[in-house]
């Protein structure tokens, strides 16, 4: 079935950059996507990407999609503590399928 | 502001007892959505909307029942039968865009007493 996975934690320091990793199973999405989901809110769009890019910049943020492998990225240059949140990669194929999100954690 | 509001912030309930969560958008948007999330689980959703007055199951609609006789408002009600209700409900809508951009309400905490 389909199925979307990340790591749950990840820490690094102000002014380094992040980098998140998602995994996929099914190859027919058409979009995948970055949500953000700060404490005690709902999530807010970040980013996509059409399944028939592999680059996307945005900013301070990357998305990278290696399709052969159905692995997505997300790279936040210049991390700041207001970055400080939980990371959610979705995918759509039939309807949208959310990894678990990776708690961003930004240390001064 | 358009946006989407889900009331309340924080909701008890009692063993037994029904309850009503509350999502409302003046986004103009035909789609909306409730998901439940989970500590480490993500989001799974519960029940969808497409239009008026038509609603279809989520992947763990059981104990759960929704409503739609507004385009504004899609209302969750958390039934006795849902046995494991507390987790952070959260509502979101979309316009149907293709890509898929879902806007989310700021969430409702459910606890049992």
């Known amino acids: 079935g389909e199925d979307v996975e990340q790591s749950l934690f990840l820490s690094v320091r102000e002014g380094d950059s992040s980098v998140i990793n998602c995994t996929y199973t099914d190859s027919s999405s058409t979009y995948l996507y970055w949500y953000k989901q700060e404490p005690g809110a709902g999530l807010q769009l970040l980013t996509y990407i059409f399944s028939n890019m592999d680059m996307k910049q945005d900013q301070r943020l990357t998305v990278l999609l290696n399709k052969k492998d159905k692995h997505l990225s997300l790279r936040i240059a210049d991390t700041q503590t207001g970055d400080s949140a939980i990371y959610f990669c979705a995918e759509k194929e039939r309807k949208l399928i959310f990894g678990q999100g990776t708690e961003l954690s930004v240390k001064p | 502001d358009g946006g989407i509001t889900q009331s309340p912030k924080y909701l008890f309930r009692k063993e037994g007892q029904n309850v009503t969560l509350s999502c409302e958008q003046n986004?103009?948007?035909?789609?909306m959505y409730w998901y439940r999330q989970d500590p480490g689980q993500g989001l799974r959703l519960i029940y969808y909307?497409?239009?008026?007055?038509?609603?279809q199951k989520g992947d763990i609609a059981e104990g759960y029942s929704v409503s739609r006789e507004k385009k504004e408002s899609f209302p969750l009600t958390v039934t006795s039968a849902q046995k494991n209700p507390t987790a952070f409900y959260l509502c979101a809508s979309s316009g149907g865009q293709g890509y898929e951009k879902l806007f989310f309400g700021s969430g409702t905490q459910l606890s049992v007493l």
């Open positions: 986004l103009n948007h035909d789609a």
């Open positions: 909307s497409q239009i008026v007055n038509d609603f």
